[in-house]
C-alpha cells in the first residue's frame, strides 16, 4: 500500500435534512467515509485525533450533535484542490434523554443518507471497549448488513484497559456482534490511529 496522503480538513456543512447533503460541486464526489457510534462513545475525539485538529466538537451533553457534519479532505498546502475525501460525522445515538428524538430524526434523514448516498465508501461504527456489548449497536450492524453497506467496527477509549482486560473486551465484543475484525483505538494515545488511517484509505482513496 502506497504512503498515506497528507490530508488537511475543511469544514464544509451541517446537514439536517436531505436536501442540505453536500452535492458534487462541494465534494467533487470525492468517497466518503462515515462515523457513527452511541453517544459518549468518543466519536468527535477520535476524529480530531484523525483529522490533526479540533474541528469536531467535543460536547459536554452526550447525544447534543443534532446534525450530519461533513469535512473536506484536501491534499496538504493545497486547498484550492478539490478534496480527494469526505468525512462525515452523525449525530450519536442511544443516550436515554433524547434517545426518542435522536431516533426519529435518524429515520427522516440520517437512514437516507446511510442506504441511498451513492458516494459513501465506508461507515466506520465505534463501540466502547470499556462497557460490554450494546443492543443498539448490534442493532446498527444488523442494519447496515441487510442494505450491504460495507463497515468497520472499531473499538474507543482502548488505553483505559489493561491488555488482558482488553483482549477480554474485544472478544467479548466481537462474539455478541459477529464480528471478524475489530481495530482497537485510542484517541488520546494516538494508539491504532494510523491502522485506521490505513483502513480508510484501502477503501476509499485510491492508490
Not at 59 to 86: D, K, V, W, Y
Request: glycine share 6%.
Amino acid at each position: 500500500m502506497p504512503p498515506l496522503p497528507r490530508l488537511s480538513p475543511k469544514f464544509l456543512l451541517s446537514a439536517t435534512s436531505v436536501e442540505h447533503f453536500p452535492g458534487a460541486a462541494m465534494t467533487h464526489d470525492a468517497p466518503e467515509v462515515a462515523f457513527l457510534g452511541r453517544s459518549n462513545v468518543g466519536k468527535s475525539s477520535l476524529i480530531n485525533a484523525l483529522l490533526g485538529s479540533k474541528q469536531a466538537h467535543v460536547s459536554s451533553t452526550p447525544g447534543r450533535t443534532r446534525a450530519i457534519n461533513f469535512f473536506a479532505m484536501h491534499p496538504s498546502q493545497q486547498p484550492e484542490r478539490p478534496p480527494q475525501l469526505i468525512l462525515a460525522d452523525l449525530p450519536g445515538y442511544g443516550y436515554a434523554k433524547i434517545s426518542r428524538s435522536i431516533s426519529s430524526e435518524w429515520s427522516s434523514f440520517i437512514d437516507p443518507y446511510l442506504a441511498d448516498r451513492e458516494m459513501l465508501a465506508l461507515c466506520i461504527c465505534l463501540v466502547d471497549s470499556n462497557i460490554p456489548p450494546q443492543p443498539s449497536d448490534g442493532q446498527l450492524f444488523d442494519w447496515l448488513r441487510g442494505i450491504g453497506r460495507p463497515f468497520l467496527v472499531v473499538a474507543t477509549k482502548s488505553d483505559r484497559l489493561s491488555n488482558n482486560a482488553l483482549a477480554k473486551s474485544l472478544a467479548a465484543l466481537k462474539r455478541e456482534h459477529s464480528l471478524e475484525e475489530l481495530l482497537p483505538v485510542a484517541a488520546k494515545t494516538g494508539t491504532g490511529i494510523s491502522n485506521l488511517w490505513a483502513r480508510i484509505q484501502q477503501a476509499a482513496i485510491p492508490a
